[in-house]
């Protein structure tokens, strides 16, 4: 269905402003915390708790934490939007059944998130080949999962089995958009770093046991308010394609709502051949130093501090870079909208 979406700063991870949503039928709601984004950052399920208790149907929750530098607490509420306009952005919705701890990271996974975001699209009203970005919510493995697990774990290490839950969830949305077949997906869980999704956005979380999927595309006949267009950073600092997007929904008279981004640190430990020390440093991990880095470039590029900037981009884009969504709604007379 088509969808609007809202920007609403909050207070506090349990902060909940739901009278901020105007009466709308609330889809989705997609937040960032001021937790630390790691295995103990429980300000995503304090989040997610205060959300799902305020509104007053159920809704799908995605809360990424991690607000480092600039970046402000927020969460984006999309709602059920108008039919009339010239935007054509649609979401569409779907989860994955409960993984079994072998299969966390591994092609199980991958499969299952292809099959949700299959679902999400065909539900959305558009082809996965329109897809313009597949938000995918999955789990971690515990200690606790790690030493019961029977046939072995895809790591004994619950903060590296982040970065493969993502890895292999942007594999199995990559599968599902026709970006890549099966054998490049068992290369990237091999660890080919050549092998990623333009447009999947995958983060990893304690609180829930399988995959949340949210698909947002463009449908081919006109009728929404909103429209969008991603584009993929080759490194921390590759704005020239950002800054030119920009310009041009700006040109046209249109209105920036939201900004979707990941960040990662270049795993060569360079950028543009001079050295950085997001790998090295034991006091910060490197997702936290990169969404600090890219939150702050993409703030002082668009002018705004609640954007969703979402470290580890495992797969998720080229090594050292990500995928960026820009969301805009277009003036009446508005044209045709590009992946």
Request: aromatic share 4%; charged share 20%.
């Amino acid at each position: 269905m088509y969808v609007d979406l809202t920007v609403v700063p909050v207070a506090a991870p349990d902060d909940a402003p739901v009278d901020r949503v105007f009466g709308r039928r609330v889809l989705a709601v997609i937040g960032k915390t001021e937790g630390n984004g790691g295995v103990n950052d429980f300000s995503r399920a304090l989040a997610t708790r205060a959300w799902t208790e305020g509104l007053s149907e159920p809704a799908l929750t995605v809360m990424s934490g991690g607000t480092e530098g600039v970046l402000s607490p927020h969460v984006t509420v999309v709602s059920e939007g108008s039919t009339s306009g010239n935007g054509r952005l649609a979401a569409g919705f779907a989860q994955t059944p409960r993984l079994s701890v072998e299969g966390l990271g591994r092609r199980e996974q991958v499969d299952a998130v292809a099959a949700a975001t299959l679902e999400a699209c065909r539900n959305g009203g558009f082809d996965p080949r329109n897809a313009h970005m597949v938000l995918v919510k999955c789990p971690l493995l515990t200690t606790e999962q790690i030493v019961s697990a029977r046939g072995g774990a895809v790591t004994d290490d619950p903060y590296l089995s982040m970065a493969r839950s993502r890895a292999a969830s942007s594999l199995g949305v990559a599968l599902a958009c026709g970006e890549i077949g099966g054998v490049e997906a068992d290369q990237g869980l091999a660890g080919d770093p050549s092998v990623w999704s333009a447009v999947a956005s995958a983060s990893a979380g304690i609180e829930l046991d399988r995959c949340l999927v949210l698909a947002f595309g463009s449908r081919l006949d006109p009728g929404g308010q909103l429209n969008a267009e991603t584009v993929v950073m080759h490194d921390a600092i590759d704005v020239e394609e950002i800054v030119a997007l920009r310009d041009r929904i700006r040109a046209a008279g249109g209105t920036i709502v939201q900004v979707f981004a990941k960040a990662e640190a270049s795993p060569d430990g360079r950028i543009r051949g001079l050295r950085h020390t997001m790998l090295t440093d034991t006091d910060l991990s490197s997702t936290r130093h990169a969404r600090a880095a890219v939150g702050g470039l993409l703030a002082g590029v668009f002018g705004r501090t609640s954007i969703y900037v979402s470290g580890g981009a495992e797969n998720q884009g080229p090594p050292g870079g990500g995928p960026v969504t820009v969301v805009w709604q277009e003036p009446t007379g508005g044209g045709e909208t590009r992946r």
